[in-house]
Nanobody
Framework: QVQLVESGGGLAQAGASLRLSCAAS????????MGWFRQAPGKEREFVAA????????YYADSVKGRFTISIDNAKNTVYLQMNSLKPEDTAVYYC???????????????WGQGTQVTVSS
């Protein structure tokens, strides 16, 4: 199984940027893919972005399109989430996860990190 560790979260003012990283303990199979999800207190976990292992397929939630960018570096076995133009509503715990297929459904992801807190103030 894959062990995942998120980092890069913290405090930011509205309009600022943060870059999240998700490091895997080992390289996953070529048909495994990466996703970012977030969960705010009292809310359901929601999809943020996903990327295929090759980087050829990328998906974003409508709420982050044009502001967030997901990327993967297979040499470093790490997936990133560049977050620009942050808004207070982006405040949440962000999780990375792996799946056998590209998906926006968290139930299709098998391995999860512990999460990293992102707090955006106005």
């Amino acid at each position: 199984q894959v062990q995942l560790v998120e980092s890069g979260g913290g405090l930011a003012q509205a309009g600022a940027s943060l870059r999240l990283s998700c490091a895997a303990s080992r390289r996953t199979a070529s048909n495994y893919n990466m996703g970012w999800f977030r969960q705010a207190p009292g809310k359901e976990r929601e999809f943020v972005a996903a990327i295929s292992r090759s980087g050829g397929s990328i998906y974003y939630a409508d709420s982050v399109k044009g502001r967030f960018t997901i990327s993967i570096d297979n040499a470093k076995n790490t997936v990133y989430l560049q977050m620009n133009s942050l808004k207070p509503e982006d405040t949440a715990v962000y999780y990375c996860a792996t799946a056998a297929v590209v998906s926006t459904n968290p139930k299709l992801y098998n391995s999860w990190g512990q999460g990293t807190q992102v707090t955006v103030s106005s």
